[in-house]
């Protein structure tokens, strides 16, 4: 998926669309992938599809060479390039079959960073809660392995020239208003019990 370059498909789901239940419903997984994030894949299409030079980059490549892009197309890249990237981290940073805890060196690197899981809990719950409007909640790790929490606008992905990402929370209203309305709060808390920790750790430790 990350090697892929135009024209972008949409990623298919791991897992089938009821596998997260009771904590992400089958409904919000088929309007979420297959309406929200068609949307990015198919925009981001439309925008690059006259500019031939730009047909090679990756989508990382894209999102990392923005200021190289006409100005035209410079948002539309941002927007939808973001979400497609975004989501298909998403939909892979989840499990059915997920371990209750942190695992392997990344188990290690949070209790070193944030004194426990709880307290990285905490922190997270709080950059997701305070992203006002749309975005997303991140855990990254800088070059030295180093973890932080930090939040994003819009579909804005975290600086990965510099930082890992580890963990991505999709804050967009539309990731969680049809199960929870307005209850943010309950979506990233039970968010915590379909983390395919195995997948965070080894995104850290690639
Ligand atoms: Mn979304």
Do not use: C
């Not at 972008?8 to 992938?33: N, R, S, V």
Request: proline fraction near 6%; charge should be negative.
């Amino acid at each position: 998926m990350k090697n892929q370059t135009y024209p972008f498909q949409l990623m298919a789901l791991p897992y089938p669309y009821d596998a997260l239940e009771p904590y992400i419903d089958k409904e919000t997984m088929h309007y979420h992938h297959d309406k929200h994030h068609q949307a990015y894949v198919d925009n981001l299409n439309k925008a690059i599809a006259p500019y031939p030079e730009f047909h090679s980059y990756t989508l990382p490549q894209l999102l990392t060479s923005l200021s190289k892009l006409p100005e035209e197309i410079k948002n539309a890249v941002r927007n939808n390039g973001g979400g497609v990237y975004n989501h298909n981290l998403f939909w892979e940073i989840m499990t059915p079959n997920a371990p209750s805890k942190p695992v392997g060196k990344l188990g290690e690197a949070i209790n070193r960073d944030f004194n426990s899981f709880d307290e990285l809990k905490v922190a997270f719950k709080k950059a997701a809660l305070g992203r006002f409007g749309s975005g997303w909640a991140w855990l990254v790790s800088d070059n030295n392995g180093k973890l932080s929490v930090v939040s994003t606008a819009n579909q804005d992905i975290p600086d990965i020239d510099n930082y890992q990402l580890v963990l991505p929370l999709d804050v967009w209203e539309h990731a969680y208003y049809l199960k929870y309305q307005n209850r943010r709060g309950d979506y990233i808390d039970n968010w915590f019990n379909v983390i395919n920790w195995e997948y965070a750790n080894k995104l850290y430790t690639q």
